[in-house]
């Protein structure tokens, strides 16, 4: 099989609707470079079908009143190039005070919290606003917490927020993810981070049973409004949760979700239209 690799040039405020329709059609995966996004599709899908979703998306964009611009080159990549065009793009991120995020063909930097994420085809290689903003708050709330025993990362994606709050004093996490593909990229970086007290398990927080002293949850308002109840039962009395992946216009009806559940927002964090909450129980 071979691939294309296209470089498209996109407004941030129009970025995020057209990796979820680059997602639907068959995207394999995309990362921010050099102020484009790269994004790889299987040739299998044909050229014309990707080009074909890509144009019309722009009129899409427009309606939404989003910025319309999409300017886009590609290359044809075969198999065998595959990887090292990859590994080119991936390159080491710092994030917060002192973490950073590397893929396994990296030298770790030994002053800082190493990161070593293998991205494969899960969310979460760091270069995601949410996931930027999640683990700065991991990192900052990890020195107020007094007890660090258990860590929930509910949508784990490439476990990439438990790992790092187990290398931030946290004792065990469990990790869950309904897609099969996280599951296996989450349990590959943890070993790849040398990580045993770890469990990662295919499933949602229903799946999931005990208290936790922070329960991490980047996902789509929808589900964290849907599963309010599911968190807040499990957060500790004196636990955190950091609740992610929703946008500007649906920050309230979280809160709101949260709230009749009795929890309080404690803290909120902005990054570009994407809205992180902190909440807890006083
Ligand atoms: N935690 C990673 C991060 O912060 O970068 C990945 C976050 S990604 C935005 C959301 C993840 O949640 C995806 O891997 C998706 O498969 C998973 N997910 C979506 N709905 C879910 C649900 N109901 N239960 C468990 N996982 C879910």
Not at 1 to 25: C, H, P
Not at 27 to 37: E, F, K, M, Q, S
Not at 172 to 184: R, Y
Not at 244 to 272: F, H, P, R
Request: with cysteine.
């Amino acid at each position: 099989m071979g691939y294309y690799e296209f470089k498209i040039t996109v407004a941030d405020e129009s970025r995020d609707a057209l990796l979820q329709k680059m997602s639907e059609i068959g995207c394999l995966g995309a990362i921010d470079n050099d102020n484009a996004l790269i994004a790889y599709f299987p040739d299998s899908l044909g050229i014309n079908a990707i080009t074909e979703t890509l144009n019309p998306f722009r009129k899409t964009l427009k309606e939404s009143g989003l910025d319309d611009t999409i300017l886009y080159e590609y290359v044809y990549i075969g198999e065998r190039d595959w990887n090292e065009s990859w590994k080119k793009k991936f390159r080491p991120i710092d994030i917060g005070e002192n973490i950073t995020i590397l893929p396994p063909w990296e030298e770790p930097n030994n002053q800082r919290i190493n990161l070593i994420i293998d991205p494969g085809m899960a969310f979460g290689t760091g270069h995601h606003e949410t996931t930027k903003t999640c683990l700065t708050l991991i990192e900052k709330l990890s020195r107020e917490l007094l007890q660090k025993e258990r860590f929930l990362d509910f949508g784990t994606g490439t476990g990439i927020l438990a790992i790092a709050a187990l290398k931030l004093g946290f004792k065990h996490a469990v990790c869950v993810d309904i897609d099969p593909l996280a599951v296996d990229a989450a349990r590959r970086n943890a070993k790849l981070n040398n990580i045993q007290n770890i469990d990662i398990k295919e499933g949602s927080i229903s799946d999931i049973k005990g208290n936790f002293d922070f329960i991490a949850a980047n996902l789509m308002s929808e589900i964290l409004i849907q599963n309010a109840r599911e968190i807040t039962s499990r957060l500790k009395k004196s636990g955190f949760a950091l609740l992610s992946g929703m946008i500007v216009v649906q920050e309230n009806d979280v809160i709101k979700a949260m709230e009749e559940d009795g929890l309080c927002i404690l803290e909120k964090s902005y990054y570009g239209r994407w809205v992180s909450l902190i909440a807890g129980w006083r």
